[in-house]
């Protein structure tokens, strides 16, 4: 599956952005998605996952209340609705697949084969 990345920009802080992710291929309600983040100068971190098939969906403490994750499996595209952004938030947000069951953490990048390109967020203070 090849993943697209889009909707970052620039926004002050305490404003919103949509980000989407657009999947190539079927069957799209089969994959975990995931959302993971790279600020300048830090390692990749874990945002956020919506597991497969319809299961749970998981967000990393630090978004928890200002970011959702959904996903339209008609459209095989997710989205990561960011609000009440902060200037921490400042990164490039990238979308990542799993075809298979993650038997460990969603929170770990080599659970996932897929990746798109990045969106760069920006938050100004």
């Known amino acids: 599956v090849q993943l697209q990345a889009s909707g970052g920009g620039l926004v002050q802080a305490g404003g919103s952005l949509r980000l989407s992710c657009a999947a190539s291929?079927?069957?799209?309600?089969?994959?975990?998605m995931a959302w993971f983040r790279q600020a300048p100068g830090r390692e990749r971190e874990f945002v956020a996952a919506?597991?497969?098939?319809?299961?749970?969906?998981y967000y990393a403490d630090s978004v928890k209340g200002r970011f959702t994750l959904s996903r339209d499996n008609a459209e095989n595209t997710a989205y990561l609705q960011l609000n009440s952004l902060k200037p921490e938030d400042t990164a490039v947000y990238y979308c990542?697949?799993?075809?298979?069951?993650?038997?460990?953490?969603?929170?770990?990048?080599?659970?996932?084969?897929?990746w798109g390109q990045g969106t760069l967020v920006t938050v100004s203070s």
């Open positions: 919506s597991r497969r098939n319809g299961g749970r969906t």
């Open positions: 291929g079927r069957a799209f309600s089969r994959y975990t």
């Open positions: 990542a697949a799993a075809s298979t069951e993650i038997l460990s953490s969603v929170g770990l990048e080599g659970a996932y084969a897929y």
